[in-house]
């Protein structure tokens, strides 16, 4: 980027993940319902839910401090919120119905909902008289679900306890909940209203790993060594049928759901930890295995020797979008390498999305940062979320992160979504409104607060300074480098808004002050300059700055290469009825040809001659003062460095064709030489040494400007010069209109 020249362009700054391909999606089999076996046919018990405890809630406020992510680059991420639930308080699930939040904390139980299109309060209702108190070896882990009468469900693993919230604080969505004894034979169905529960028993001698909903009626048991399919008929009976699979097919299934293909047929889409993805045409009943087999990488992070881990819920932080993207919380002992670019480090970030797209064979890891706040209770936290967040689907397009400190983000994951967010966010921030940097006029000026002009302070943390006398590259202030201020001895873009002094301010500077200035600003000057010549050459900065310019710079060069002369030459024309009598038609005269005359005249050049002598150019750029103070509203000093490297790129060896200077114009001088003619930058180090400069005098020159007589001057002196043709090219930021006035 520009940060070494000062200068930025925001718009630029886009950090998307990359789109990695897959190992192929390859069949390992079939698995069908075993049509040789009588099902088993269960024993089922209804009862109803435990009572409403909402009346007896407790409920307050507590701030979210929400902050807009894109407001400076573009990423997936587009919101950040933080709920503020207490230093020992920790997250465990978090839920979204589309149009409200719930955040269940631990410590202690309570639950934290909020409006997601207005989230600057956050209702926290207070659970512990529900719950049993924490102590001991007692750790709560707190699950949410959304259903779909205006209730939340909350379930608490370690002590199978479940209560239902009233509709008086939410509105959501639908949704079914299992629960199953892990290492057990029990499993509870809860209907889609939240009013009974189905307590189904499996058969002697059953132990339970894992249970993956297929419907709300199917769902599919794993075994130590086998599956089996649980089905609810529409009779009332429970039957468990035998599953016939081969023997490679993957273990510790996640998540599953039935998506519509391109071809419109039914494809149930499945998350693994050993696969990427896991597809399968027909299943339950019976139909073809394919899988993304994950290869033997190495991870950003070692394991944790705990294996604390192996007790969190498999299936709490994985979902599958309604286009078959698995969508998972990836811990960093969990990502591989390659989930980010090698100068990067993964210090800054807790996890990873890891976003699967079986139909298109690829994957992408989106970083999630670490929480802000710090944890207190790691290991709690390790058996709840590996992470370090967890996720859940919001809406139709968007998930959201939630760390366990309370830290909501809110993140586009559909490449078309992202695709159309960012052509949007390009026009507002490059093409149609760059000049969205604010700008306050300041009429408070106080004389008293003119002092000796200084450079002022360096803030490492860069905070916005107004109308101090203290730090540099503050606004509206006194004394020191900034801008809108007054006394100070040159301009400083720390990147914040303006405050602006009124022009009388400035004028009503003493002289001694301005005199003053002006020295420390020429001290200044001369230091930066003797800086750039010292300095070595910053490849990383260079290459970053010819990228912008590098395809029209090849464009230029095939121009230039194919010029031709066009300086034209004093020839004699025959056969003309007027001008000098022609020697050699003189016979022709005493004959009555009237055509005996020749004329001498600037004859053009035949197509395709080559150039005798070479083009001069001369390249006026505007280096005043405006261009650094108004390059944060529409980036105008930042185009002209891209353009001068353009010019310096593509006329370097082309001294045959083009013979070209660089001059800058500004309050400073008319003719600032920054290229002289037949003496242009040989390498990239030169180049960039140039840019410097130009910037280096656009923020230290007084103010003024002399546009109108740097292009007499240059007119006057190419003019002077042999050459094919002659060229001055000015660029300005001037109001001619206000010239001209």
């Known amino acids: 980027m520009w940060n070494c020249l000062g200068v930025e362009r925001p718009h630029e700054k886009v950090y998307l993940a990359l789109s990695q391909p897959i ?43 929400k902050e807009h992510m894109r407001s400076t680059f573009f990423s997936e991420q587009e919101h950040f919120s933080q709920i503020e639930i207490g230093e020992v308080n920790i997250c465990s699930s978090v839920a979204s119905s589309g149009k409200m939040i719930a955040v269940a904390a631990l410590n202690p139980p309570s639950v934290y909902v909020m409006d997601a299109s207005n989230s600057a309060v956050a209702k926290n209702i207070d659970l512990s008289y529900i ?85 709300s009626s199917q769902h599919l048991i794993e075994f130590q060594k086998k599956f089996a399919l649980l089905s609810l008929e529409e009779d009332g009976r429970c039957l468990l049928r035998a599953v016939d699979v081969p023997s490679n097919i993957p273990r510790k299934l996640l998540c599953s759901k039935t998506v519509k293909t391109a071809s419109s047929t039914d494809l149930h889409v499945i998350a693994s930890d050993d696969y990427y993805a896991v597809t399968s045409n027909g299943f339950p009943s019976a139909g073809e295995v394919n899988v993304s087999k994950r290869e033997d990488v190495t991870f950003l992070k070692d394991a944790p020797h705990n294996k604390l881990a192996e007790y969190a819920h498999p299936g709490l932080n994985s979902f599958i979008l309604d286009n078959g993207s698995i969508v998972r919380a990836m811990p960093l002992w969990r990502t591989p390498k390659k989930a980010i670019h090698e100068d990067l480090t993964s210090a800054n970030f807790a996890g990873f999305l890891e976003v699967v797209d079986p139909s298109n064979e690829s994957v992408r890891y989106v970083p999630v940062p670490s929480a802000r706040q710090r944890n207190f209770f790691p290991s709690w936290v390790a058996t709840i979320a590996p992470a370090g ?30 695709a159309s967010s960012l052509s949007a966010w390009q026009k507002m921030f490059a093409d149609q409104n760059e000049s969205l940097r604010l700008e306050f006029e300041k009429d408070d000026f106080d004389i008293n607060k003119l002092s000796d002009p200084k450079i002022g302070k ?34 400083l873009d720390a990147g914040h808004d303006v405050h602006q002094l009124p022009q009388s301010a400035k004028d009503a500077v003493p002289e001694h002050i301005l005199k003053k200035a002006r020295e420390i600003a020429k001290a200044e000057y001369k230091k930066r300059l003797h800086a750039i010549e010292m300095s070595e050459h910053d490849a990383k900065t260079y290459n970053d700055l010819y990228a912008r310019i590098e395809k029209q710079s090849r464009t230029l060069r095939t121009i230039i290469d194919s010029l031709e002369a066009k300086e034209k030459e ?22 009555g040809e009237k055509t005996i005359y020749r004329r001498r005249i600037d004859k053009e050049p035949d197509p395709g001659t080559e150039q005798k002598k070479p083009k ?100 006057r002196e190419v003019g002077k010069e042999d050459a094919d043709e002659r060229f001055v090219v000015a660029v300005s930021d001037a109001n001619f209109d206000r010239l001209f006035a």
């Open 23 to 65: 190992p192929p999606m390859n069949s390992i089999g079939e698995w069908a319902i075993r049509n040789n076996a009588v099902p088993e046919n269960l024993s089922i018990k209804r009862f109803p839910l435990l009572p409403d405890y909402s009346s007896g809630l407790s409920v307050t406020e507590v701030p979210v401090h």
């Open 131 to 215: 719950f049993p108190p924490i102590r001991g070896y007692y750790r709560p882990r707190i699950a949410l679900r959304f259903l779909s009468d205006g209730r939340l469900l909350l379930h608490e693993e370690m002590v199978i306890f479940t209560v239902s919230a009233g509709d008086k604080f939410w509105r959501f969505n639908p949704e079914s909940l299992v629960s199953f004894e892990r290492k057990g034979r029990r499993v509870k169905l809860i209907d889609g209203d939240a009013k009974f529960v189905a307590d189904i028993t499996l058969p002697e001698g059953s132990c339970i790993e894992n249970v993956l909903s297929i419907n």
């Open 389 to 418: 967040f967890f996720v859940t689907q919001h809406g139709d397009d968007s998930i959201l992160t939630c760390d366990i400190t309370g830290g909501l983000r809110k993140w586009q994951i559909s490449q078309d979504s992202i």
């Open 458 to 491: 360096f803030d490492p943390s860069n905070t916005p300074h107004v109308g101090g006398s203290t730090w540099a590259g503050g606004t509206g202030g006194y004394n020191t480098a900034g801008l809108g201020g007054v006394g100070g001895p040159f301009r």
């Open 570 to 591: 004093r020839q004699w024309i025959r056969h003309q009825t007027t001008g000098d009598l022609d020697d050699a038609k003189l016979v022709e005269g005493v004959t």
């Open 616 to 715: 001069r150019i001369r390249f006026c750029f505007d280096v005043s003062g405006s261009m650094y103070r108004f390059n944060g509203y529409d980036h105008r000093l930042q185009r002209s460095l891209e353009s001068a490297l353009l010019v310096m790129e593509s006329l370097h060896g082309k001294q045959s064709k083009i013979r070209y200077d660089i001059v800058g114009h500004s309050g400073e001088s008319e003719e600032a030489f920054f290229v002289k003619v037949d003496r242009s930058p040989t390498n990239e180090n030169s180049r960039l040494k140039v840019l410097k400069k130009m910037l280096l005098h656009s923020q230290f020159c007084m103010s003024g400007d002399s546009t109108l007589e740097c292009i007499k001057l240059s007119i």
